[in-house]
C-alpha cells in the first residue's frame, strides 16, 4: 500500500515537473514574438504594433511571477533533491532571463514609437535588422536546446553570442560615424542605439539561458566562463 502510494506521488511531481518546463517554452514563445515583433515595428515604423508589444509585457511578467511561485511551492513541498532540485533552480534562472528578454523587446518597441515620428534613413535600419534576425535566431535556438536539453545545441548559443557582440560593436561605430557627419540626425542615432545594445543584451540573457541549461542537466555551473572553457568543463576536460 505505501508503495503504491509512494509511486502516486511520485508520478504526481514528474507531471509537475513536465507542466513546469512546458509553461517554460510556452514563456519562451511569447517573448521570441516580442521581439520579433519588437523588431518589426522598429523596421516597418509600424507604431500600432510597437504598442502592442509594450502592453504584451505585462503578460510576460505574469507569466513569470506564476512559474515562479509554482517553482517555490514545488520546493517547499516535495523537497526535490539532485537531479530534480537542478531543474527546478535552473527553471527559476531561467524565467527570470526571459522576463529580462521580454523587458528589452518593449524598449525596443518604445524606441520604435520613437523612431516612427522621425524620417527614415536611406538603408531603412538595414543594420538593426540584421542584427536582429541574428539575436532572434540565437534566442530561438537557446529555447529548443531548452526543449530538448541539448547540451552542444546551449554551448552553439554561447558561441553565436561572440558574433552578436562582434555585430553590435560595427554598429556601434557606424552609428557614431552618421552622428559626427550629420549632426541632424543624433536624435535617430540615440534611439538606434539604445535599439542595438537591447539587441546585444537579448544575446546576452540568450547565452545565460544556455549556461542554465548545461547546469540543470550536467550539474555543472559554467557561469563567467569563456566558451573555450565551458566546452572544457562540459566535456571532462577540467
Known amino acids: 500500500m505505501a508503495t503504491n502510494k509512494s509511486q502516486h506521488i511520485s508520478q504526481q511531481f514528474e ?3 513536465q507542466d513546469i518546463r512546458s509553461r517554460v517554452l510556452a514563456m519562451g514563445g511569447m517573448v521570441e514574438k516580442q521581439v520579433s515583433d519588437a523588431m518589426e515595428a522598429l523596421v516597418t515604423g509600424d507604431a500600432d504594433l510597437a504598442r502592442q508589444v509594450i502592453s504584451g509585457d505585462e503578460d510576460v511578467n505574469k507569466l513569470d511571477v506564476s512559474i515562479d511561485e509554482e517553482c517555490i511551492q514545488i520546493i517547499a513541498l516535495r523537497q526535490p533533491t539532485a537531479s530534480d532540485l537542478r531543474l527546478v ?14 523587458d528589452e523587446a518593449a524598449r525596443i518597441a518604445r524606441m520604435a514609437l520613437n523612431l516612427a515620428e522621425k524620417d527614415r534613413p536611406k538603408k531603412n535600419y538595414r543594420e538593426l535588422h540584421a542584427l536582429g534576425q541574428h539575436v532572434s535566431g540565437m534566442l530561438h535556438n537557446t529555447l529548443d536546446a531548452f526543449a530538448r536539453f541539448d547540451v552542444d545545441a546551449a554551448l552553439q548559443v554561447a558561441h553565436e553570442d561572440r558574433q552578436v557582440d562582434a555585430e553590435y560593436e560595427s ?3 557606424q552609428l ?4 559626427m557627419e550629420d549632426p541632424r540626425t543624433i536624435s535617430r542615432v540615440i534611439d538606434m542605439m539604445w535599439s542595438a545594445r537591447s539587441l546585444e543584451r537579448i544575446g546576452d540573457h540568450s547565452r545565460n539561458v544556455s549556461e542554465h541549461i548545461i547546469y540543470l542537466v550536467e550539474g555543472k555551473d559554467v557561469r563567467h566562463l569563456t ?5 572544457k568543463v562540459v566535456k571532462g576536460g577540467e
Open 89 to 102: 533552480t535552473g527553471i527559476l534562472k531561467t524565467i527570470t532571463d526571459l522576463e529580462r528578454i521580454g
Open 227 to 231: 566558451v573555450e572553457k565551458m566546452e
Open 171 to 173: 554598429i556601434m561605430r
Open 15 to 17: 507531471k509537475e515537473l
Open 176 to 179: 557614431m560615424t552618421y552622428m
